[in-house]
């Protein structure tokens, strides 16, 4: 374990495992970690229903958290956060068969929620099947790739099926 000064943004498709590369890589370089989601989202109850206005998430995250030398910041700001990006030393675009990502976002949900609900998760695994569909409006590999293809930062692709640490090593050695 070492400090790193970085600024690194982990993206890719809800289920791809951004959030957990990107604990792993601050808890492994002793920098601060912060999910999109925290941002992007109002605190409510049940959560993620109400998304927070794009300037004040973008407000919110250079106040609390972007000022910082390094940090690690997990979750997807395309379509918004171009901002965001220019604040990035450098990204890792995660990806994942969608087959396994939904069995994984499925999982997840289980953890969180317990017993899933098909009808109140409907809505959710829809738009996380989408991603895969280059004619789907919502975020999209399509609009990532789009989004990666005009930024200047430079950018790891890695397949998140590998296990956390193997994706921790291959991060740091590009890193170095």
Known sequence: MRSRTCRLLVTGASGAGTTTLGRALADHW????????????????PP???????????????ELFLPRSAWVLSGSAVGWGDPLLETCDAV??????????????????????????EGAHRVFFEWARGYDDPTFAG???VKHERWLAATSQPVLRLDAAAPVPDLVDAVNLWLD
């Open 92 to 117: 890792v675009f995660l990806t994942l068969d969608a087959e396994l990502r939904m069995r994984r976002l499925r999982e997840r949900e289980v953890a969180r929620y317990g017993e899933v609900d």
């Open 30 to 45: 002793s920098v601060p970690h912060a999910d999109i989601d925290d941002y992007f989202w109002l605190p409510t109850s």
């Open 139 to 141: 975020r999209s590999l």
């Open 48 to 62: 993620y229903t109400q998304k927070r206005p794009e300037e004040a998430r973008l407000r919110l995250m250079s």
